[in-house]
C-alpha cells in the first residue's frame, strides 16, 4: 500500500525535485520594467516582442471577449494603448504563468483536465476584477492577475505528486 501523503512526505518530495518551473527572462525582465516608475509602454511592448509566443498569446488575450475591443488588434502596442499599461502587464504575467507548466502537462495524470483548470480560473479572475470595481479597489486588473493565479498550488502538487493530488481531488468531489 502507497503510503498517504503528509506535510512531511510532501516537503521531502520538493526537496527532491531537480527542476520547478521558473520564470523566463522575459518576465523577469518584464517585471523589473513595471517597477520602474519611467516605464513606458513603448518600453514593455518592445520587450515582450522579443517572444513571438508570448506576443501571440498576450494579442490573443486581448482580443477575447474579456476585454470587449471594438475592433481586433494586431500590434502589442495598439494593444497596450487601448488597455492600458496594468492590463498588458496582468496578461503577460497571466499568461506567462500559465505556460510555465505547459511542459509538465505530460506528466501529470489523465484524470486532470487543463481547460478545465484555466476556465475556472479565468473566471476567478473576471469575478475578482468585477467584485475590486463594484468596491472601487485601486487596481482591478491586479484581482485579475490575483484571480488568474489563486491556483497556482494546485499545479505545483501537480507537478510533485500528480496520483496523490488527483486522490484528493477525487475524495473531495465524493463528499
Known amino acids: 500500500m502507497a503510503q498517504r501523503p503528509n506535510l512531511e512526505n510532501v516537503n521531502r518530495r520538493i526537496l527532491e525535485l531537480d527542476q520547478f518551473p521558473t520564470l523566463p527572462s522575459i518576465a523577469v525582465d518584464l517585471v523589473h520594467r513595471w517597477n520602474d516608475p519611467e516605464v513606458s509602454l513603448a518600453n514593455v511592448t518592445d520587450l515582450i516582442s522579443k517572444d513571438a509566443s508570448l506576443s501571440s498569446k498576450v494579442l490573443q488575450v486581448a482580443n ?7 475592433k481586433e488588434v494586431s500590434s502589442l502596442h495598439h494593444a497596450g494603448a487601448l488597455l492600458g ?13 500559465m505556460d510555465l507548466f505547459a511542459d509538465y502537462q505530460a506528466d501529470w495524470t489523465n484524470d486532470f483536465e487543463p481547460d478545465e483548470f484555466w476556465r475556472h480560473n479565468l473566471g476567478v479572475a473576471i469575478a475578482s476584477e468585477m467584485l475590486a470595481e463594484r468596491f472601487s479597489y485601486p487596481s482591478p486588473e491586479e484581482a485579475f492577475l490575483g484571480g488568474l493565479i489563486h491556483d497556482i498550488g494546485k499545479l505545483g502538487l501537480l507537478t510533485v505528486m500528480p496520483e496523490d493530488y488527483m486522490e484528493v481531488v ?6
Do not use: H, Q, W
Open 64 to 70: 477575447s471577449a474579456k476585454f470587449g475591443l471594438k
Open 170 to 175: 477525487r475524495k473531495a468531489s465524493a463528499g
Open 85 to 97: 499599461l496594468n492590463a498588458l502587464r496582468c496578461i503577460t504575467l497571466g499568461v506567462t504563468v
